[in-house]
């Protein structure tokens, strides 16, 4: 794992296509979706202030297969998960042949540890179906709303 750098700028589109929960017998999106506004806020320009992320990386291989992040937005343009100007929205994005092996535990572990100190708590949003629910209650984030099928989260940090 390592700090996201600007060589892995170019990495971030690729693995946020995996950001977005596909529930089981159910069509993925194409792979195109990533140029949509509402999913390129969360990567592109990547490196503005309060940008922070962390990738993951296959210790046989070297090759990146995840990544987590950071990133604050403005009531503006708000993220889904948006919360307030001072509260950085989550990403957490995993090839899905490193899912359920504790990769997404320490990568948001991480976050979390940067984030403590320097903001008063995190965000994210996700969808009502997508299992990841139970790994963020494990964390300690709370549900403070709900639109549609997406539930906004929040974590307060110390």
Known sequence: MWAITPD???F???VVYY???VPPGALPPPRDIVNDPGVAKYVRAWGRAGD???VAVDL???ERVGAAWMRLFTSGDPGYGFISEDVPEISVALLPEFRNRGVGSRLIKHLIDYATG???ALSLSVVDSNPAIRLYDRFGFQRVGITGNSITMRLELA
């Open 8 to 10: 892995d700028a170019s």
């Open 52 to 54: 922070y992320g962390v």
């Open 60 to 62: 046989g291989t070297s």
């Open 12 to 14: 971030l589109p690729e």
């Open 118 to 120: 320097k903001y008063p």
């Open 19 to 21: 950001a977005i929960h």
